[in-house]
């Protein structure tokens, strides 16, 4: 049964054997879990993943690839598939009370943002989640400050989870072949989040005014939120510019902010 990788799905199948060994290797299954793969595509990783674990939830996106995987793995009692869209899927519905999910996949690259967002929602009931994506994206989820890589993806990621670059996959391990390098990242949900935040909603609206014009200093970037004399009472340099300041800076001018807008009233 052939399939045609479709643009619109963002299709890109993996097709190395020593690559999907070495995901399958890095996922450290263990006996119990409940594992959940996105875009199984042609089930090249849903294969290794249903001979090692005891419960596999897939969620596809492309109809005709939903039907070849009930074909292909039409005697796997351990398999549920899920004909759906991972953007407005609800993954908290798959953990029973007191379980967590561990989630794997080869992402397409056009929705793999967004995606991982989503999933930042329901971060309570994930265990980890360990991802194919394009390179530039995996080194931006695991940058440090002062580099050109680090961004509103880095912070905000990093907020939320542990991140952890595990190795890169060149573009022939995948038909069609992709124009650029791929990686693998594991990301690990806080179980307490890494700095306190008023308002996770503020730290999102701080992180992305700072990077949306990632060349001005703070004092600019940030004037309509923070005087430029705020900032400093933070023990921030308004001279520096969002590239520059760790995650714990973003919690103190997002707190900063919050406070602000609603003043912290002593009893």
């Excluded at 690259?109 to 989640?129: K, Q, R, V, W």
Aim: proline share 5%; charged share 20%; aromatic share 8%.
């Amino acid at each position: 049964m052939a399939h045609q990788a479709r643009k619109r799905f963002g299709q890109n199948f993996l097709v190395d054997q020593n690559i999907i060994d070495n995901i399958v290797g890095n996922a450290m299954i263990r006996n119990g879990q409940l594992w959940v793969e996105i875009g199984a595509g042609q089930g090249a990783l849903t294969e290794p993943l249903l001979k090692k674990v005891t419960h596999l939830d897939v969620v596809e996106l492309d109809r005709d690839l939903v039907k070849w995987l009930e074909y292909k793995f039409a005697n796997r009692t351990n398999l549920n598939i899920h004909s759906a869209d991972a953007l407005r899927f609800d993954f908290a519905a798959l953990a029973p009370e007191g379980e967590k999910l561990h989630i794997i996949g080869n992402l397409p690259y056009n929705i793999s943002t967004p995606l991982m967002f989503h999933l930042l929602e329901t971060t309570d009931c994930i265990a980890d989640m360990i991802f194919m994506l394009q390179k530039e994206v995996v080194n931006r989820i695991c940058a440090k400050p002062n580099g050109n890589s680090y961004g509103r993806l880095s912070v905000m990621m990093q907020y939320y989870c542990a991140t952890e670059w595990l190795f890169d996959v060149p573009p022939e391990s995948f038909n069609p072949v992709p124009k650029v390098m791929s990686g693998m990242v594991r990301l690990v949900p806080h179980t307490q989040p890494p700095v306190d935040v008023d308002s996770v909603k503020m730290l999102s609206k701080i992180v992305t005014e700072a990077f949306s014009q990632r060349r001005k200093t703070l004092r600019n970037s940030l004037k309509n939120l923070l005087s430029e004399a705020e900032i400093l009472a933070l023990g921030i340099d308004a001279n520096l510019r969002a590239e520059n300041i760790s995650l714990r800076d973003f919690s103190l001018l997002a707190n900063a902010v919050s406070r602000k807008e609603t003043p912290i009233i002593n009893e």
